[in-house]
């Protein structure tokens, strides 16, 4: 048994007022586990709704929140044939990652390879592997063809954008704010547009009126009718977040003349779906991608765990310039 801090919370509400820092027991690791101790997690929309109480999976309480995060296996308990002390691995969807150490089963665990920056390597297992999976989902997409996204500088659609290039796709990425358009094109994007009434004739202008048949749609409200509107008939958008907090607004023509899917995606649900076997073999691809620098994730600051509150204030806050991780164990 051995004394840890982890951040615990006890109900729901504002997050800064009901996520503490506190000490609890970790006990050994017993048959077929593994303790690890855990060195950075991040803070996505995501956890900021679980701590709210408003999204579908939360934590029992009280729980500790963190759907993500990396760290180094510390212990192995009996039959674990799998792991060493040193090995890096990212620890199971949905862990309760915002912790300076935890056991986990051996068989829930990811070991990636070690030249993945640790920051880079925290964050792989929900937004990276969102925009790969989106990418291949909906729409079998041929060399050079176009895509159309929206938040276009979140976490996600960074990874949009890099792995497009990658893999040789174009994009045309909306953003709320005209300062970011020089930044993203020097990060890959094709052509970058500032959310406005005419956005999907400005979408058709700059593909030169090629197909476009897959949106992206992280916003809802007018900006995902306005990429929808950018669609050739048939075409898809998916919608993974809802960022603005408004509901969809699909036109009845969209649907009726132009047999405009309007699909929806969640990465937890393809987790479950896929399987253990399939999740490590999209985490070691991004691995790898994030090892040669293909996809990279920026990150605006690093808070220890007892600054919590501090820093679910920063992951709040608009027109950031990265992610906000916890620095969950510095030893
Ligand atoms: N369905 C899934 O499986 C899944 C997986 C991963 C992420 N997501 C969702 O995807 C979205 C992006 O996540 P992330 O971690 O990539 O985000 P992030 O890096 O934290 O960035 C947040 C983005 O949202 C924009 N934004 C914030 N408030 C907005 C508003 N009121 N209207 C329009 N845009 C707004 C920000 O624009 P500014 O910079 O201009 O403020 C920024 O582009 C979130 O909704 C998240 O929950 C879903």
Redesign the pocket.
Known sequence: MQKIRAIIIREHGDPQAVAKLETINLPSPTVGEVRVRVKFA?I???DI?VLEGKYPIRPELPGTPGVEGVGVVEECGADVNAFAPGDVVLLPHRFGTWREAGNAHASELVKIRPDVPLEQAAMLH??P??ALVMLREFVTLQPGEWIVQ?????????CVIRLARHFGWRTVNV???PE?VDELKAAGADAVLV?GEKLSAEIKSVTGGEPVRLALN??G?D?ATRIAGALVPGGTIAT??????QPLKIPNGQLIFQDIAWR???????YQRAGKSAAAELLGELASLAARGVIF?PVEAVYPLDQIAAALAH?QR???A??ILLLCSDS
Not at 150 to 158: I, P, T
Not at 240 to 245: D, E, H, S
Not at 264 to 270: A, D, E, L, M, Q
């Open positions: 991040p996505n929309p995501a709704n929900i937004n592997a969102t929206n938040a276009a500088n979140s976490a996600v659609g960074r953003v709320r704010r970011l959310e992280a916003v409200g900006s993974y977040g809802a960022m603005a907090r929806g995606f969640w990465i937890t649900r393809w994730t992951a608009p027109q950031r990265g992610k």
